[in-house]
């Protein structure tokens, strides 16, 4: 028996099989990545709801400086698209040269980049139909799927 105790103490230098693996932190880990992907996917509701009119009003915008903004908005989008698309292109080169690790680096760097240019578009979309607070399926609906689901706008008639 000492001699299994004495195994056990080499080997397992935590004392614990639990402790060696990380029990505790993969658990950790998978439920803060549960509670991100919740966030991302049923987003919660804003306390103080704000509509496109309240914001146009409060930052005195007219009706030219609104639509400079969503021009600028989707240039910012197609050009983080565009250099998301390089960066993409530059990891399939890596891949096929046989360097992996450049290319799993230039294909996270890729991934952020697209995220932003769907961060610019959203924005734009959001701009574009006078709603804030529009929704990814709203966005996906009009944006990308093609179906042109109508959206309901707060433009102000004055």
């Known amino acids: 028996m000492k001699f299994f105790s004495s195994l056990t103490k080499a080997f397992l230098p935590a004392g614990s099989i639990r402790q060696m693996v990380g029990v505790r932190e993969i658990s950790n880990a998978a439920t803060a990545i549960n509670d991100v992907a919740l966030r991302l996917v049923g987003g919660k509701e804003p306390k103080n709801p704000t509509t496109f009119a309240d914001a146009v009003a409060r930052l005195q915008l007219t009706e030219a400086e609104i639509d400079e903004k969503a021009q600028s908005l989707f240039r910012m989008a197609m050009f983080f698209l565009a250099f998301a ?46 709603k804030l607070g529009c929704t990814f399926k709203e966005w996906w609906n009009s944006s990308v799927d093609g179906s042109k689901q109508q959206i309901v706008t707060t433009k102000n008639t004055d």
């Open 85 to 130: 698309v390089g960066m993409f292109a530059y990891a399939m080169y890596l891949f096929w040269q046989s360097s992996p690790h450049g290319a799993f680096a230039a294909t996270g760097i890729s991934l952020v980049i697209f995220a932003m240019a769907f961060r610019y578009h959203f924005w734009f979309f959001q701009v574009k139909h006078r």
